[in-house]
């Protein structure tokens, strides 16, 4: 009995050694469970990509033009940007998967499903990238634009993205618009808005852009129609387009009704910021609008009627300048981008105004007879959500976020026309690391 008494501690701590190899066993088990399980679904995803690609052969009325050389265009009186002409049908000789061009599909020679050669397509991007690359092979696979006017930081940034087609012209931001400059808009905010913005002023981050960056974007898109940079004018109906959303098939961009009448075509579907509102009301003294079924019109893209832009902003002007502050404030910006900065929600500097929204509500208050609006969502703001583009990283040889043509026919499979890919918004792209400070994801790699 009191050998037992003396061995049985002995006897139990092997016990619970034991059981603690089991466990640790039993962990490793299942964590190998998962690891697998993971490894399937991703197979399965890819599996049903390439799959949908091969069996959805569409037919559609699409378009063809000549790719956008840009060197020869018809006076602007006579042309007409509504119009589009017949091109290529997927499967065709010659048609290639959704921006084959940038992978180096057909040796970049894809033909055009869609051409609207009298239209102009303006964007305005932070620097090139990967998905930049992709958008513009894609832009010219589905809508066949005369040009796709880039506005970027500097000359060196400009040159990359005139490499990406023949019909790219791209401008600096500081020269683009007379008097619009990312200084004079820094200075603006920081005037107007000193207490709210902080220590950081203008140079506050917001979605991988400095504040003062962030409404410079958007103000430049407002104002393309007015710059006397670009030779021939822009036409007078063009498509604005942010340039991490890429098409997937070709795209109406107008719709004629049975009397013939032609209207430009608006998307729904975006997200609901309240904090647009209130720089809209004070603005125009109109309450901002929103689709039937209570989403946005921050489609993150838009045809625009020139005119109609025009007389937008002419009521900023009138509007504003009925303030004691706005008349007092003198700056060599035009008068309608100082109206914009002095209406900024000072709750939310950040979402304080949207280009889209206001002038999408604009329209359909004063104007909706010139647009036909679609009746459900026909896009997608991420292909696969923020961690379907942090996915992208397993699968890409050189770790970073680029979109690949199986992500791109998986998203084309499930019906969308347009699909986003914001890697400046997933933290784990490194999109605003230092070494990708002039381009991310530039030259393209092999993709899947």
């Not at 589009?84 to 020679?109: H, I, K, L, P, Y």
């Not at 499930?414 to 030259?443: A, D, M, T, W």
Request: charged letters at 25%; glycine letters at 8%.
């Amino acid at each position: 009995m009191e050998r037992r008494a003396m061995t049985s501690p002995a006897r139990a701590n092997g016990s619970t050694t034991r059981m603690r190899v089991r466990e640790r066993r039993k962990t490793r088990a299942r964590v190998r469970w998962v690891m697998k399980l993971l490894v399937a679904l991703v197979l399965v995803v890819f599996a049903r990509a390439i799959f949908a690609r091969w069996l959805t052969a569409e037919t559609a009325r699409d378009g063809r033009g000549d790719g956008g050389d840009g060197e020869a265009f018809e006076d602007e009186s006579s042309a007409d940007p509504t119009l589009w002409v017949q091109g290529a049908s997927e499967g065709e000789d010659g048609a290639c998967g959704v921006g084959g061009a940038a992978f180096g599909e057909r040796g970049g020679t894809c033909a055009n499903e869609r051409s609207y050669p009298d239209l102009d397509v303006v964007t305005v991007a932070v620097k090139p990238s990967c998905v930049n690359a992709v958008a513009v092979a894609a832009l010219n696979q589905y809508v066949g634009p005369r040009r796709i006017i880039v506005v970027t930081k500097d000359a060196s940034r400009c040159a990359s993205y005139e490499s990406m087609a023949s019909n790219v012209r791209c401008f600096e931001e500081d020269s683009f618009v007379r008097g619009l400059t990312k200084k004079l808009v820094s200075e603006t905010l920081e005037m107007l808005y000193s207490f709210e913005l902080g220590a950081d002023g203008s140079r506050g981050q917001f979605v991988g852009r400095e504040l003062g960056g962030w409404y410079l974007q958007q103000l430049l898109k407002l104002g393309a129609a007015s710059s006397d940079l670009i030779k021939p004018a822009l036409s007078r109906r063009f498509l604005l387009w942010d340039l991490d959303m890429i098409p997937l098939r070709p795209l109406d961009l107008f719709h004629e009704d049975v009397a013939g009448t032609v209207r430009d075509v608006r998307e729904i579907g975006g997200n609901v910021i309240k904090s647009y509102e209130s720089s809209y009301v004070d603005l125009t003294g109109e309450d901002m609008t929103y689709a039937a079924d209570g989403t946005s019109y921050v489609t993150h893209q838009m045809v625009v009627d020139a005119d109609i832009m025009n007389e937008m902003l002419d009521v900023f002007v009138k509007k504003v300048d009925s303030t004691p502050m706005a008349s007092s404030m003198s700056s060599s910006m035009p008068r309608w981008a100082t109206a914009i900065l002095s209406s900024l929600d000072r709750k939310d500097l950040k979402l304080g105004f949207s280009e889209y929204a206001s002038y999408a509500s604009y329209v359909a208050t004063r104007h909706p007879e010139r647009v036909y609006t679609q009746p459900k969502k026909t896009w997608s703001r991420a292909s696969g959500g923020k961690l379907g583009i942090s996915l992208q990283r397993l699968v890409n040889h050189d770790g970073l976020c680029c979109p690949g043509p199986s992500v791109l026919a998986l998203m084309k499979s499930r019906g969308f026309n347009y699909v986003g890919h914001e890697i400046g918004h997933v933290e784990g792209c490194k999109y605003n690391s230092p070494e990708h400070e002039q381009s991310y994801g530039l030259p393209i790699a092999p993709r899947f």
